[in-house]
C-alpha cells in the first residue's frame, strides 16, 4: 500500500480493502441462461479515539463500495432471492458513515450516530454470512417490504442505535433511523440516492429493536469438561410509520388490475414484522486437537401479518455450517443452507384479477424456495474460493416470464466467488 | 511473568508439607476464578507503526527510565500487514494514568538475531531496569521462513543494549519466569523452534503439520554488573522432548507457559500434550528433566498457553482454543474451574485463538491478558 496503512496508523487510522469477484450463471430456467461478472470493491477507513486523541471507546468510521460487473438476478434469473449478496448497481457509493462512543464501566453502552447500515448488527446469522445468496445476510421480508429494500447493503440511512449488556449474556440493540434509505419511494432506490451522499431526512422513522442472549458470555463459570455448545439467539421487531402501498387496490378501492383503477395504490400508514434468529453448534469433534471441526445450525425467521402492505409476508433462512469439513483445512467450510420466501395474499389476488380481468391464464405469486450448496477454500490467509451452487424453486413465487407468459422455470445456479484482502 | 523473592521462595520451601496437606480444602473452597466479575478493556495495543497481535503481558516490578512500577509492558508478534513474527514494538500502559505509548521499537534486522526480530510471549524486566525479550522471526509470517531469533536486552528506555543468541536458543516463545536477586537472576524459557519446517510439511497420520519433538526450557543464570547489562554465566536444559510444531493461524505450537512452584518446581504448559507438566528441582537441577512428569491433562485446558500463578497458589492458564482461563490446583492436579475472559463467537468455538498472555495484577485481586483479535490490554478483576 506504499506506506499508507503505517502513516495512517500514525493518527489511529487502520483501512481495509476487500475485493470480492464471482463468475455466477444460470444453466437451466430463468428468463434467459449464462453466465455473468460480478464484483464489489470494499474499503473501510476506522480511527481510534483514544489512539488519535486519548478518549477512551470512540471509533470513527467511513466506507464505501465500487461496485462492478453486472447483475445475474435482474438479467436472467427474475428471483426473489437474489444470487450474490454483492449484487447491485454498477457505481461508487458512500456506504456508512458514522461514529460509535463507549459509555459505562466495561462498556456496557454504546451509541452509534450516523448513516449506517443495518444488516452489519441487525437480524445477522454468524453462521449465514458464508453464503453467497442474499437473503442469508438481509433477510427477504425487509428486502422486499421496507422503503427503498430498508438501509442494507448498498444503501443505509441516519440514525441513532443504542447497545447495552445489561448483564453479561444479554445484549439489547435499539435504534431510530430515517424510513427510508432515499427520498423518493416510487424510484429505482439505488439511482435515487446513486453517490450514498444524499442523506434524506424527510418522511417516516424506522424503530428497531432486538434482544440477543448467549452462551457463553463473558465471566460465565465452567465447572465441567462437559459444557453447553456456543449460541445465540436474538428476537426482534422493527415498525416504519412511511406510507406503503396496498398490494392490490387503489385509492378508489378497485383492484388495481381493474381497468377502471385510478392506478394509484390505497396507501397505508405504517408497517411492522417480528423476527427470531438462532445460531447453535450441535457438534464439536473431540478427536481436533485445534477444535476448528464443528458443525454448527442457523435459522432465522421474519413474518408481518399485514398483508395488505407487503410482498412477502413471511420470510426464513436455515442451515448447517460445517468448519474444517476435510480434516487439516482448519479454515475451510462447508454450507447447506435454504430460504423461503412467501408472497402475501393481497399481492397473490391481484395476479388472480389480473388473470381475471385479461382473461388469461396469468401465473399467481404464491412462495419461492431456494437450496445453496457453498464451500469456502482458504487459499492463503488473504485469499479464499468459494465454489457455490444454488437451486430456485418457483423463482419470483411463480411471476411469469415475459417472454412466454409462463411462471419462469426452476434455476440450476452455479458460481464461484473468490475473496481477497489487501 | 513470575518473579519469585529469593527469601520468600525460601521460607515458603520449609514450610512442613502436613501443613500443605491439611490446609482447609483448598481446591473447593479458596477458588481464585469465582472472585472475579469485571473485565474491562483498558487500552488499545496498537503502536503508531501500527504493530498488531500482542503477546507477552508482564508488570513492572520496579520505576526505571521510562517505566513506572506496576506498568503494563505488552509486546506486539505482527506488524501492520498482520504476518506473524514480524511484530518488534512494546508498548507500556500506565494504570495511574489509563495512558498508553511506545515503550521500544526495535529494528526488524538484527545482525547478532538470526531471522531478525518478531516479538514473542518470552518477556521479563528484572529489578535492575533491563527488559528482556523474545524473537521468534519470520520473514513472510509463517515457520518456512523463520529464524531462529535470540533474547533481546533492553535498558529502561527501551534502548537495545544486547542480544543472546547461540545453539540452545531457538524461538524463545512461552512466558517467563524469574527469579531476581538484584545483581543476579535466573530466566526460563521455553524454546519452541528447534528443526520446525513450515506449515505445509504435514503429517499424513494427522493431517496436521508435522510435530517435532525437540522443544527445550532453558534455564539461563545472569550476573548483573552495576550500570551494565546482564551476561549470561550458565545455560541449563532443564527439559526436553516437548512437541513443537508449524501452524498456519496462530504460526507456532509448543510448549508456552511457565510457572514456578513454591517449592522449586516449574510447571509448564506443554500446548501440543493438553497438559500441565511438573519440572522438579527446576532452580537446582543441573540436567533435563525430559517432559517432567503430568500435573494436570485434558478436561478444561483446551491447548494451554501462558500461565500464572494466583495469590493461593494455584495455576491459572490460558486456552488456545478457546476464550477460557483454567483455574488448576498444582499440589492435586485437580483442574477446578475456567471463566469465559473471552467470549467472542465470531470464533468457533468462541474466543479460539484470542487469549495469549497472562499477568497478574500487583494487588493479587486480578489479572492483565490481551485479546489479540481486537488488540486490546484488558483487565479482570472481582
Not at chain 1, 471507546?57 to 436472467?76: C, E, K, M, P, Y
Request: proline share 7%; charged share 15%; net charge negative.
Amino acid at each position: 500500500m506504499g506506506g499508507l496503512r503505517p502513516f495512517l496508523s500514525r493518527y489511529g487510522m487502520s483501512l481495509t480493502i476487500q475485493e470480492t469477484s464471482e463468475g455466477i450463471g444460470n444453466v437451466t430456467g430463468g428468463v434467459d441462461q449464462g453466465f455473468e461478472y460480478e464484483g464489489l470493491t470494499q474499503m473501510a477507513l476506522q480511527l481510534d479515539t483514544q489512539r488519535a486523541f486519548g478518549l477512551h471507546g470512540g471509533t470513527f468510521n467511513v466506507s464505501g463500495l465500487q461496485i462492478h460487473g453486472r447483475n445475474l438476478s435482474a438479467d436472467n434469473l427474475a428471483s426473489l432471492q437474489t444470487a450474490s449478496g454483492i449484487e447491485a448497481d454498477r457505481s461508487s457509493r458512500l456506504w456508512e458513515l458514522w461514529y460509535d462512543q463507549k459509555f459505562l464501566k466495561e462498556d456496557r453502552l454504546d451509541v452509534k450516530v450516523g448513516q449506517q447500515s443495518l444488516d452489519q448488527e441487525f437480524m445477522v446469522s454468524q453462521n449465514a454470512l458464508l453464503f453467497v445468496n442474499t437473503m442469508f445476510g438481509w433477510p427477504m421480508l425487509p428486502s422486499a417490504d421496507m422503503p427503498g429494500g430498508g438501509p442494507a447493503y448498498p444503501l443505509s440511512a441516519l440514525g441513532v442505535r443504542f447497545r447495552l449488556r445489561p448483564v453479561d449474556s444479554l445484549t439489547i440493540l435499539a435504534g431510530v433511523y430515517n424510513g427510508s434509505p432515499v427520498s423518493n419511494n416510487n424510484g429505482d432506490p439505488q439511482q435515487e440516492n446513486a453517490t450514498g451522499a444524499s442523506f434524506p431526512t424527510e418522511g417516516g422513522a424506522l424503530f428497531i429493536g432486538e434482544v440477543q442472549y448467549a452462551y457463553p458470555s463473558l465471566g460465565g463459570m465452567v465447572y465441567s469438561d462437559k459444557q453447553p455448545l456456543s449460541g445465540t439467539y436474538k428476537l426482534g421487531f422493527w415498525y416504519d410509520t412511511e406510507d406503503f402501498p396496498d398490494q392490490q387496490f387503489d385509492n378508489a378501492g378497485l383492484s388495481l388490475a381493474n381497468p377502471a383503477s385510478t392506478g394509484t395504490p390505497l396507501n397505508h400508514h405504517g408497517d411492522y414484522a417480528f423476527y427470531g434468529v438462532t445460531d447453535q453448534m450441535l457438534w464439536s469433534d473431540p478427536n481436533d486437537e485445534d477444535a476448528d471441526r464443528t458443525l454448527n445450525f442457523f435459522a432465522r425467521a421474519m413474518g408481518t401479518p399485514e398483508e395488505d402492505r407487503n410482498l412477502i409476508d413471511v420470510s426464513v433462512n436455515a442451515g448447517l455450517i460445517f468448519h474444517e469439513p476435510i480434516p487439516g483445512r482448519g479454515d475451510d467450510t462447508l454450507g447447506v443452507g435454504m430460504g423461503y420466501a412467501s408472497v402475501g395474499d393481497h399481492a397473490s389476488d391481484l395476479d388472480r384479477d389480473t388473470g381475471f380481468y385479461t382473461g388469461s391464464l396469468f401465473p399467481v405469486q404464491s412462495h419461492e424456495e431456494i437450496v445453496e450448496v457453498t464451500y469456502q477454500y482458504e487459499l492463503t490467509p488473504w485469499c479464499q474460493l468459494q465454489p457455490d451452487f444454488q437451486y430456485v424453486f418457483n423463482p419470483g413465487g411463480g411471476v411469469p416470464n415475459p417472454n412466454t407468459g409462463q411462471a419462469v422455470k426452476d434455476e440450476a445456479v452455479f458460481g464461484i466467488r473468490t475473496n481477497i484482502q489487501f | 511473568m513470575l518473579t519469585i523473592n529469593l527469601k520468600k521462595l525460601s521460607l515458603i520451601a520449609v514450610t512442613p508439607l502436613a501443613a500443605m496437606i491439611h490446609a482447609p480444602a483448598a481446591g473447593e473452597t479458596d477458588m481464585f476464578l469465582p472472585t472475579i466479575h469485571r473485565h474491562i478493556t483498558l487500552a488499545s495495543t496498537v503502536p503508531d507503526n501500527g504493530d498488531l497481535n500482542p503477546y507477552a503481558v508482564i508488570v513492572a516490578p520496579v520505576s526505571a527510565g521510562k517505566i513506572q512500577q506496576g506498568d503494563v509492558l505488552v509486546d506486539n508478534f505482527n506488524r501492520i500487514s498482520n504476518l506473524q513474527g514480524t511484530g518488534t514494538t512494546i508498548v507500556d500502559y500506565r494504570p495511574a494514568t489509563k495512558e498508553t505509548s511506545l515503550f521500544a521499537e526495535l529494528p526488524r534486522e538484527l545482525a547478532r538475531c538470526p531471522g531478525g526480530v518478531g516479538l514473542s510471549t518470552a518477556m521479563t524486566m528484572l529489578r535492575s531496569g533491563w527488559i528482556i525479550v523474545g524473537s521468534t522471526p519470520s520473514a513472510d509470517g509463517t515457520t518456512r521462513t523463520k529464524g531462529s531469533g535470540g533474547l533481546l536486552v533492553l535498558d529502561s528506555s527501551g534502548h537495545l543494549a544486547d542480544v543472546w543468541s547461540g545453539p540452545k536458543i531457538n524461538d524463545p516463545w512461552g512466558n517467563m519466569v524469574t527469579i531476581d536477586r538484584g545483581n543476579r537472576a535466573t530466566l526460563f524459557v521455553s524454546m519452541a523452534g528447534f528443526d520446525v519446517p513450515g506449515p505445509d510439511v504435514r503429517d499424513p497420520k494427522t493431517g496436521h503439520p508435522a510435530v517435532i519433538k525437540e522443544a527445550t526450557v532453558l534455564r539461563i543464570d545472569l550476573s548483573i554488573p552495576d550500570g551494565k547489562p546482564p551476561v549470561i554465566t550458565n545455560e541449563t536444559v532443564i527439559a526436553n522432548g516437548f512437541g513443537q510444531r508449524a501452524d498456519r493461524d496462530v504460526f507456532l505450537i509448543g510448549p508456552t507457559g511457565l510457572a514456578l512452584g513454591s517449592d522449586g518446581t516449574l510447571y509448564v504448559s506443554d500446548a501440543l500434550g493438553n497438559q500441565i507438566v511438573a519440572i522438579p528441582d527446576a532452580v537446582t537441577r543441573t540436567g533435563s528433566a525430559g517432559t517432567g512428569y503430568a500435573v494436570a491433562k485434558d478436561g478444561l485446558l483446551h491447548r494451554p498457553l501462558a500461565l500464572t500463578t494466583a495469590p493461593n497458589g494455584h495455576l491459572l492458564s490460558i486456552n488456545g482454543t478457546n476464550g477460557q482461563v483454567v483455574e488448576i490446583d498444582p499440589s492435586t492436579g485437580r483442574q477446578l474451574c475456567a471463566q469465559w475472559i473471552d467470549a467472542d463467537q465470531a470464533q468457533s468455538p468462541p474466543g479460539d485463538g484470542d487469549l495469549f498472555g497472562i499477568a497478574m495484577t500487583p494487588d493479587g485481586k486480578g489479572f492483565y491478558y490481551v485479546a489479540d483479535d481486537v488488540n486490546t490490554l484488558m483487565k479482570a478483576t472481582p
